[in-house]
């Protein structure tokens, strides 16, 4: 018998409250009325609505379904979620990850980050709640109640860092997460979203479904902003061979068998001289895999646009 109170904050000030992993499995959830909190979900939930809180630091783990903040202010968030949405809220900071396109209608002053955290059980929580890490819209905001004039949402600074926004936790109880905020560890990667790119030259990487794909894609996402190129976006979806023929061309025909297996994961680095530093990268360390690489800097931007074209109608959005 699940008992509401277990996956309830209501009315709290001036309290550290959490979850710890495996705690709300799955649940729904529900945090209203705290006010001076620092409130941690260290877990998956099907769904979580926050109503009326005023100045509290909140992180949620991965959500199934929805997220949804009404009448909330001066508060700083960190949420991987499959939809994101604010009503009548002032002043929100959060670091997202949002697999669809965040909406926020009747707020202002909203900033948005890329989410970035790592502890050891989230990995498995972000497939729990049916979330890829690679898909994360997370400076793609739609905004459903304009005020001509005026901009409701921008973006958090490039070098914001996690910590000073949603401190770790500080109670015994919580401190047994062992989390980490370093860019470099985050379990989602850290892409440029809308920030203005450096340079006019994109390559687009393909990954084809195997054991080794989510580790692969990683690696290249390394070894290529170790270089100084730059991830703008990353994208996990499924693809038909009428899929490939569009987006890889003239090449589709070596990759349609690979289609089967399951989702591509694509990632859009960008740079000057990013082609040429991707397919080098691709040929000195994944020689033996089949990848897609962008063929020359002429046919990248192509390549980025059809293929994000296709996945942004894929996901419905």
Same mark, same amino acid.
């Given at each position: 018998?699940?008992?509401?109170?277990?996956?309830?904050?209501?009315?709290?000030?001036?309290?550290?409250?959490?979850?710890?992993?495996?705690? !709300? #499995?799955? *649940? /729904? =959830?529900?945090?209203? @009325? +705290?006010?001076?909190?620092?409130?941690?979900?260290?877990?998956?939930?099907?769904?979580?609505?926050?109503?009326?809180?005023?100045?509290?630091?909140?992180?949620?783990?991965?959500?199934?379904?929805?997220?949804?903040?009404?009448?909330?202010?001066?508060?700083?968030?960190? !949420? #991987?979620? *499959? /939809? =994101?949405?604010?009503? @009548? +809220?002032?002043?929100?900071?959060?670091?997202?990850?949002?697999?669809?396109?965040?909406?926020?209608?009747?707020?202002?002053?909203?900033?948005?980050?890329?989410?970035?955290?790592?502890?050891?059980?989230?990995?498995?929580?972000?497939?729990?709640?049916?979330?890829?890490?690679?898909?994360?819209?997370?400076?793609?905001?739609? @905004?459903?109640?304009?005020?001509?004039?005026?901009?409701?949402?921008?973006?958090?600074?490039?070098?914001?860092?996690?910590?000073?926004?949603?401190?770790?936790?500080?109670?015994?109880?919580?401190?047994?997460?062992?989390?980490?905020?370093?860019?470099?560890?985050?379990?989602?990667?850290?892409?440029?979203?809308?920030?203005?790119?450096?340079?006019?030259?994109?390559?687009?990487?393909?990954?084809?479904?195997?054991?080794?794909?989510?580790?692969?894609?990683?690696?290249?996402?390394?070894?290529?902003?170790?270089?100084?190129?730059?991830?703008?976006?990353?994208?996990?979806?499924?693809?038909?061979?009428?899929?490939?023929?569009?987006?890889?061309?003239?090449?589709?025909?070596?990759?349609?068998?690979?289609?089967?297996?399951?989702?591509?994961?694509?990632?859009?680095?960008?740079?000057?001289?990013?082609?040429?530093?991707?397919?080098?990268?691709?040929?000195?360390?994944?020689?033996?895999?089949?990848?897609?690489?962008?063929?020359?800097?002429?046919?990248?931007?192509?390549?980025?646009?059809?293929?994000?074209?296709?996945?942004?109608?894929?996901?419905?959005?």
């Amino acid at each position: 018998q699940v008992d509401p109170k277990d996956y309830t904050f209501s009315g709290l000030k001036d309290e550290t409250v959490g979850r710890l992993p495996g705690k !709300v #499995a799955g *649940q /729904q =959830f529900v945090i209203q @009325d +705290c006010e001076n909190c620092n409130i941690y979900i260290f877990d998956h939930s099907a769904t979580i609505t926050i109503d009326d809180c005023v100045n509290c630091q909140i992180f949620l783990g991965p959500i199934k379904g929805s997220v949804f903040f009404r009448d909330c202010k001066d508060c700083k968030c960190i !949420v #991987a979620c *499959q /939809q =994101f949405r604010t009503r @009548d +809220c002032r002043k929100l900071e959060v670091f997202l990850c949002c697999a669809t396109q965040p909406i926020i209608e009747s707020s202002t002053g909203m900033k948005f980050g890329c989410f970035q955290y790592y502890y050891p059980e989230l990995a498995l929580q972000f497939k729990d709640a049916g979330l890829s890490i690679f898909n994360n819209t997370w400076s793609n905001i739609h @905004d459903f109640t304009p005020v001509s004039g005026e901009n409701n949402w921008g973006l958090l600074p490039e070098n914001a860092v996690v910590q000073d926004y949603v401190p770790l936790p500080s109670s015994e109880e919580l401190k047994a997460v062992r989390i980490s905020t370093d860019a470099t560890r985050s379990i989602i990667p850290i892409t440029r979203g809308r920030r203005q790119k450096s340079s006019d030259e994109s390559c687009l990487a393909v990954f084809f479904a195997g054991d080794y794909t989510t580790a692969n894609a990683r690696k290249l996402i390394d070894e290529m902003t170790g270089k100084g190129f730059q991830l703008v976006q990353t994208k996990e979806v499924s693809m038909k061979a009428e899929d490939a023929h569009r987006v890889f061309q003239q090449c589709a025909s070596e990759f349609i068998p690979l289609l089967e297996k399951g989702p591509v994961v694509a990632l859009e680095f960008n740079g000057d001289g990013a082609v040429e530093g991707c397919r080098s990268t691709i040929n000195d360390v994944f020689s033996g895999t089949k990848v897609f690489v962008s063929e020359s800097k002429a046919s990248a931007s192509q390549d980025v646009d059809n293929f994000y074209n296709f996945a942004d109608m894929q996901m419905g959005m």
